[in-house]
Structure formats: C-alpha cells, structure tokens
C-alpha cells in the first residue's frame, strides 16, 4: 500500500505559476501509473494528467494542455505537476491518485486505488 501526500498548492495571481509535489511513501512510486485530478464544490472530480508507469508517456487535458505539464522522479518518489499561465478557472482543490492495476493513465477515477488528501489552488482575477 502506498501513502501519498500533495503540497505546493496556495494563492496566485492570475497568469502566475504553482508547481504541486506528490511524495509517494509506503511502496516506491514506480508501481503505479500516477494522475493529477480536480475538484470544486458540487462537481466530480476532473481528470487533469496522467503519466504511465514507467514515465514514458503522459496525457494532458485539452483544458490544460499547454499550461501544465506532469512529471515524475522516482529517485524521489515523487510526482510533479507544473502549472503555468494559471487562470480563475484553474482555481480547485488537486488530489494525486496512483494506480496499482494499471501501468498507463485513464481519465476514470475510479481506475485508481490510492488519493492523497488534496491541495487547494486559488487563482485570483
């Protein structure tokens, strides 16, 4: 089993940049496909990228597509994402999720086994 915890979130500007950390513990990060995912109140959750298992491949939302890039560095147990150009609409709570049964990404949230609690992101206008 594997614990995960986010940070990096907090207030910025608009067109201003975060970068969000996802530290993996518990069992090393390179067992599982890993994704970005958001929220805001009263709606599901959003896939936002995803990075296979072995790091060679990614998928960004068309909604981000551009201004965020995902990573990771297994060295460190640990997943990234860069956001960039951020916008009011980017404003939502980001959770990272790690996927023990699959070795690539999906867009389904329920494809994943394992959440961190969440870091809230809030762009202002």
């Known amino acids: 089993q594997v614990q995960l915890v986010e940070s990096g979130g907090g207030l910025v500007q608009t067109g201003g940049s975060l970068r969000l950390s996802c530290a993996t513990s518990?069992?090393?990060?390179?067992?599982?496909?890993m994704a970005w995912f958001r929220q805001t109140p009263g709606n599901e959750r959003e896939f936002v990228a995803g990075?296979?298992?072995?790091?060679?491949?990614?998928y960004h939302a068309n909604s981000i597509r551009g201004r965020f890039t995902i990573s990771r560095d297994d060295a460190k147990n640990t997943l990234y994402l860069q956001m960039n150009s951020l916008k009011p609409e980017d404003t939502a709570v980001y959770y990272c999720?790690?996927?023990?049964?699959?070795?690539?990404?999906?867009?389904?949230?329920?494809?994943?086994?394992?959440w961190g609690q969440g870091t809230q992101v809030t762009v202002s206008s």
């Open positions: 990075i296979t298992r072995s790091g060679s491949s990614a």
């Open positions: 518990g069992r090393t990060s390179s067992s599982y496909a």
């Open positions: 999720a790690a996927s023990e049964k699959y070795a690539s990404w999906s867009l389904q949230a329920d494809r994943y086994d394992y």
